[in-house]
């Protein structure tokens, strides 16, 4: 009996282990080829808030370490602003701006309580 209890308190320990190092708690990524486990560690390898992750489908994803989303949009807001996009409304969770006549529809989403992620069209900085 005791054998038995000592094997089942290891097999779950093991799984809960594994399911801590992957990260597998977290909620699924929009992004096809990062795994949660990358991304986590690719912001808390870093040293700024924002850090890009990938480049798929003609967009730029980002991640920003943040809890509060207007502190997040804001940092937003100013990495397009050094690329000329002039901030015009939010709706939603779009950011919309505007350089020179054309249009720029930024999307966020909160990942987790800490995290929000950044889709960004990859023509932006161009």
């Known amino acids: 009996m005791k054998k038995m209890l000592v094997t089942i308190g290891l097999i779950i320990f093991l799984v809960g282990a594994f399911v ?8 699924p990524l929009p992004i096809e ?3 949660k486990k990358t991304v986590i560690e690719k912001i808390n390898d870093s040293e700024t808030r924002m850090v890009k992750l990938s480049n798929e489908n ?3 994803w980002y991640v920003i370490k943040e809890r509060n989303l207007s502190a997040a949009d804001e940092m ?29 529809i930024v999307s966020t989403q909160m990942w987790t309580g800490d995290y929000v992620l950044v889709k960004i069209p990859a023509n932006f900085s161009e």
């Open 20 to 27: 801590f190092n992957n990260k597998l708690y977290l909620p």
């Open 33 to 35: 080829n990062l795994s």
């Open 58 to 60: 003609g967009y730029e």
């Open 76 to 104: 937003i807001k100013e990495m397009l602003d050094q690329n000329g996009w002039i901030f015009k409304q939010k709706e939603g969770n779009g950011l919309f701006f505007e350089r020179h006549g054309e249009n720029l």
